[in-house]
Structures are given as C-alpha cells and as structure tokens.
C-alpha cells in the first residue's frame, strides 16, 4: 500500500494489517490532512475511467443518431412556472449552466483545502506546481494567440488550452502507479489545482458578458449570508442550500458565469471543525458508556444519540462533509453528463477536413501538447533554478516532463471554456476537435515518458536538464 504525503514523505507497506504497516500510518493531524487527498484521488482515478467511457459513448451516439443526440440536449424543459412568469431552458444548458456549478463547487473546495491545510500552504514546496501550473497557462495561451493571430474569431479562444483535466490526468497517473513516484501524483494534482484557480479566474474575467452590477451586487449580499451562516456554526444543509441557488440565480442574472458562483461559495466552506478531536472525545465517550449501560429511558436513549450525532458534525469540518458527500455525483454523474452533452461531435469527412485545416485546432493541439509539456517543465525548472523550490524526492526532471504531457488532457473545462470562447457551432466543433486528438495524443506522451522513466530509473533527481 502506498501512502502520499505532500511530496517528500511517502511510506509504502506491503501488509495494512501489520504491526510495520501500522506504525508506519501518520497519525493525528497529519493522518486527517492525507485521508482526505488519497480519497480525493481514488474518486478522481475512477471518474476519469467514467469519463473516458462517456466521451465514446457521446462520439459513438452523435454519429450514429445524429438527429437524435441533437433533438434531446436541445430539448426544453420548464423548471419555473409561477402566475405569468415561465423559465425554461435546453437540457444541454442545465447541465453547462446548473450542474456544473455543482462541480465548480466541488473545485472551490478543493481549492480551499489546498490553499489552507494541503500541499499549496507551505510556501516552498506550494511554488514548484505553482510556477509549473503558471507555466503550463502562459505558453499554451501564447502559442494559440500566435498560431490563430489575425483572426479576431479564432483568436477568442486563447484560455482553452490553458486548462488541465484533473480526472483524466490522475487517472493516467494512476494507472502508471507501480512505475513513478508516488510523489508524483500528489505534484499533479497540485499543478491541477493551480491550472483550476487560473482557468476560474479567466472565465470570471474574459468570458463574461456585459457586467450588471445590482445583479452582481446582490450575488455579493447572498455569498455573505452564506458566509454569516459559516460564523454562526449553522450545520443544516437548508439554508446553504436555499441561499446558494439565490447566489447562482444573481450570478446568472450578473453576466458572470453561473458556474463562479459555484466557486465562490466552495471557498467559503470552512476547512477547520467548530471542535477538534480532544475536545468532543471525552464528552463522547461519555455518551457511549451510558448507552452501554443503558441508562435512563428511551427518550434519553434518544437524547444520547442525537448529542452523538451533533458532535459528529461539529467535529467533522463542512468542507469535508460536503466535497465527502459531492465529489462522486461530481465525478460519476455530473461530468459524465457534461461528456455526454459535450463530446458528440459529428465525424464526416468534411468536418475533418475542416478541422485538420483549421488554426484553432490547430492552435489547440500545439497549446495542449507542446505548450503544456513545455511550459509545465520550463516553470518547474525556472522555480528550482532561482533556488526557491526543490524537486520532490525521487523525482526527476524526466518526471517532471512527463507530467506536463499528461497535464496536457483537457478535456473537461477546455471543452467548457470552448462553448465559452465561440458561438458559431463550427468553430466550436473544430475547438472540441482539437481537444479530443490532443488530450489523446498527450495522455500517450505523458504514459510513454513516465514509463520509459521508470525503465532507465537512472537519472539522478538533483541533476539540471541538458
């Protein structure tokens, strides 16, 4: 069994059950902080098989059944009707608009654990994948720009290769498990986390349209009453609940995408329990052994499970309950979804054409492959050599190579951002396009690297790239 820790410190045992194995589990605080991210991962490796799996069904159904796949995502449904006010909307738009926020939720989390308790807290191991990450933005952007220059069109699409998926890239990653590091996993997702923040803010900042501040104003109102909620330790999900779908809706209303608001309130959530371990444990044992002695009624009996099952949500953060409770409909429902509305993309010899012609597929493959791969180890590189961040151990900058191949899977918020970047179904098509081939060809060249790695398994992690 392998555990991760943030880089440096990675045990492997062969039995859990061994007095070995035992002792060589962190404990306390530093167990609680792991949990949590091999959980996370586990989900992800699995949702990235769930997602592969989707894409072909979507390929597969939207060329067989053209007119069928088109006619149910564009099929409307009415979700308002009261008096004379009707609101109604495609399925396609339920899922990019509503769903996804709930998976944008799930990444503002995410984010805030990282940033809080996780790997992007400590300043000098947190700048390697941040300067990786920012690397891995920058270039990929800059080379679409160049290849699509000149046409004000295309050229809108610059932040769809800035994006990782971090499905796909850890469950590549994972399947390459028994041949690198385990530190390595742990950089991804790191990488990805950061690849996350950039890829929210480009949405928030340059696919937004026609800001209307009231909306936005009274989105900024309801994201402080969730925050009031936070302050007051009001435990129910209700009023998050009905608060959040009020943040969503003015979000919607605001020109911002609704799936920010997703984020925001995912940054809310607090990463610390309103009481630590020491201080619920004896007023819990307490309970338990008056249980075991059966004292009182069945009222108190009752009374005593309830108290129970408060501690429990006082000791157990929010931010853990909820990503506990949402991640797997996150990973196995709603970005399932989002593949299957997403990636039908009609394969005729004339769209294939048109895309293996056109400059955005074009600038998307290079900015997926060559501008990820390059940009990931040029910024990893530029951290180290400016002396502000060292390699994890037993990583190598071949390693470090191969991981900004894999981060060049985009498949999930690129195809987003795509939809966001263009309204002519052509030029989307041609942007989808190039996203498919190239998180292909980038998951392979990341695979092939890491595993040609782990063969030579030679290189000495502290040397410097030729």
């Known amino acids: 069994m392998a555990t991760v820790y943030p880089y440096g410190a990675v045990t492997t045992t062969k039995d859990p059950s061994s007095a070995g194995s035992r002792a060589a589990l962190p404990k306390g605080p530093r167990r609680r902080l792991i949990s949590p991210l091999q959980e996370f991962l586990r989900t992800e490796s699995a949702g990235g098989i769930v997602l592969g799996i989707t ?34 909307t495609d399925l396609r738009h339920l899922v990019v608009d509503g769903l ?4 944008f939720f799930v990444v503002g989390m995410e984010i805030k654990r990282e940033l809080t308790v996780g790997e992007l807290k400590e300043r000098r191991v947190a700048l390697l994948p941040v300067f990786a990450a920012v690397g891995g933005m920058v270039l990929p952007a800059l080379l679409f720009a160049a290849i699509t220059a000149g046409d004000s069109d295309a050229v809108r699409g610059w932040g769809i290769p800035m994006a990782t998926d971090i499905a796909f890239a850890v469950g590549a990653i994972s ?52 925050y009031g909620l936070v302050r007051l330790h009001v435990y129910s999900w209700v009023p998050y609940l009905a608060l959040g779908l009020a943040v969503w809706a003015a979000v919607q209303q605001s020109g911002v995408h609704a799936t920010i608001a997703g984020v925001a309130i995912g940054l809310l959530m607090p990463v610390y329990s309103r009481r630590g ?44 309950r909820y990503e506990h409770h949402l991640h797997p409909w996150s990973s196995f429902v709603i970005l399932p979804l989002f593949a299957l509305s997403e990636a039908g993309i009609v394969l005729t010899g004339d769209t294939v054409s048109d895309a293996l012609g056109s400059r955005i597929t074009l600038g998307v493959a290079v900015g997926l492959i060559l501008g990820k791969t390059l940009g990931v180890f040029l910024g990893a590189y530029l951290a180290t050599k400016i002396r502000i961040a060292d390699l994890p151990g037993g990583v190598t900058w071949a390693h470090i190579i191969g991981v900004g191949a894999l981060a ?17 179904e052509a030029l989307i098509d041609e942007a989808k396009f190039g996203i498919l081939a190239a998180s292909i060809l980038a998951g392979l060249l990341g ?15 502290e040397a410097e790239p030729a």
């Open 175 to 226: 399947l390459l498990s028994k041949h690198v590091p385990n530190q390595l996993a742990a950089f991804l997702l790191a990488v990805a986390v950061v690849d996350d923040i950039g890829a929210i803010a480009v949405i928030a900042v340059f696919y937004s349209d026609g800001i209307q501040a009231l909306w936005l104003a009274a989105a900024i109102v309801g994201l402080a009453g969730i």
């Open 100 to 103: 996804m926020a709930i998976f």
């Open 277 to 320: 371990d020491r201080s619920a444990c004896p007023e819990a044992s307490t309970i338990i052994d008056e249980l075991a002695r059966g004292e009182g009624d069945h009222s108190d009996e009752i009374g005593r499970w309830q108290r129970l099952q408060t501690l429990g949500k006082e000791s157990v953060p929010m931010l853990e």
């Open 447 to 461: 695979a092939l690297i890491l595993r040609l790695v782990s063969k030579n398994g030679k290189e000495d992690p």
């Open 55 to 88: 894409a072909v069904v979507a390929l597969v159904w939207a060329n067989t059944a053209t007119t069928a796949y088109e006619d149910f995502w564009h099929a409307e449904i009415g979700f308002i009707s009261l008096g004379g006010l009707d609101a109604t």
């Open 408 to 424: 060049g899977i985009g498949f999930t918020v690129a195809i987003f951002v795509a939809g966001l970047a263009y309204t002519d």
